[in-house]
């Protein structure tokens, strides 16, 4: 039986209210669920984003991609590379591109498990409003151990040399965010290097990398807030699924309905040896509160919940059950 045999894709069923034996059924389904590419995602934003792919070259050939920038990446391996996409939007034709990029890796590039993929958003997206930008932050830190483990796409664990080069935020964050009144910055409408969250980081090595962020209201791709946890991919579908998230959570952060006191309570540490194992209740909340929709919750619940198994390996990347 499908999931969708059950729920309709396009209600906002709240996972969280279920009874305990009827959503341990629906994950039993979710769980037997085979994701597929989108045309277009349901997120309704006209946030840009752009991607980084990583892999090994064998041959060292200079590549052409379309608009894509191609050079080399050591920290991988001496014939690292990467791809670094234009920008690009929520429609058609951007996702056939990042699909067609991707079938062109998969044919001609070598996959490595030090590899990580990298995702940029628009820093213009929250325009010049000290609240979205602070929402935004405070949503990260809160559930940052679930977005890790769904950032591990179709792996159980993180990549080698995520801690060096993707350092988790949370315990950062949350120091800073905490030394802010949230009502005094409701009606102030500052720009990002005017705040204190300008000063929050010393280096890009982070992941979630502000140092890119320069100008609250310009559209460029030098301007950006970027995702660094996520291992690196060849699935367009993986990629689809990762760039939802993020623009489902700067939608969330945007909203009038953004529930500042509820995200604030799970401003609790936890130990990044913890980030790879299911936080079941607090990924059910967070799915509830940005997604609007079954189908994004499915999806979303699909890559974190990775048929329920984990893995308390951290040398190599372990492989999840198929479920792309």
Request: net charge neutral; with cysteine.
């Amino acid at each position: 039986m499908n999931v969708f045999d059950e729920i309709n894709k396009n209600d906002n069923l709240i996972f969280s209210h279920l009874h305990i034996y009827d959503l341990h059924d629906l994950i039993k389904l979710i769980n037997d669920y085979t994701l597929v590419y989108r045309n277009k995602l349901s997120v309704n934003t006209k946030t840009s984003f752009g991607l980084e792919i990583e892999f090994i070259n064998p041959n060292k050939e200079i590549i052409h991609c379309g608009d894509w920038s191609y050079k080399s990446e050591l920290s991988i391996d001496t014939n690292g590379y990467e791809l670094s996409s234009p920008i690009f939007h929520n429609n058609l034709k951007d996702w056939l591109e990042i699909k067609n990029v991707c079938n062109f890796v998969k044919d001609h590039m070598l996959y490595t498990p030090e590899s990580g993929g990298h995702i940029h958003i628009g820093s213009s997206t929250f325009q010049a409003k000290y609240q979205y930008w602070y929402n935004f932050l405070a949503l990260y830190a809160a559930y940052e151990e679930i977005i890790y483990r769904f950032a591990f796409g179709e792996y159980l664990n993180g990549r080698k040399g995520i801690v060096e080069y993707a350092q988790n935020c949370k315990s950062h964050f949350i120091y800073y965010l905490n030394k802010v009144k949230y009502q005094d910055i409701i009606n102030k409408h500052l720009y990002y290097s005017e705040s204190i969250f300008g000063n929050m980081q010393q280096n890009r090595n982070h992941a979630l990398n502000l140092t890119n962020v320069k100008d609250t209201c310009r559209n460029t791709n030098k301007n950006t807030l970027e995702f660094r946890v996520i291992n690196g991919t060849f699935e367009e579908i993986i990629w689809q699924n990762n760039i939802n998230l993020i623009l489902n959570m700067v939608k969330y952060a945007k909203s009038d309905n953004f529930d500042i006191n509820l995200i604030k309570n799970r401003f609790n540490n936890v130990e990044y040896s913890e980030y790879a194992k299911i936080h079941f209740d607090k990924a059910i909340e967070f799915c509830d509160l940005i997604f609007n929709n079954n189908l994004d919750k499915v999806y979303f619940l699909r890559q974190y919940l990775k048929n329920m198994k984990s893995t308390h390996k951290t040398a190599i990347l372990v492989k999840a059950d198929k479920f792309i």
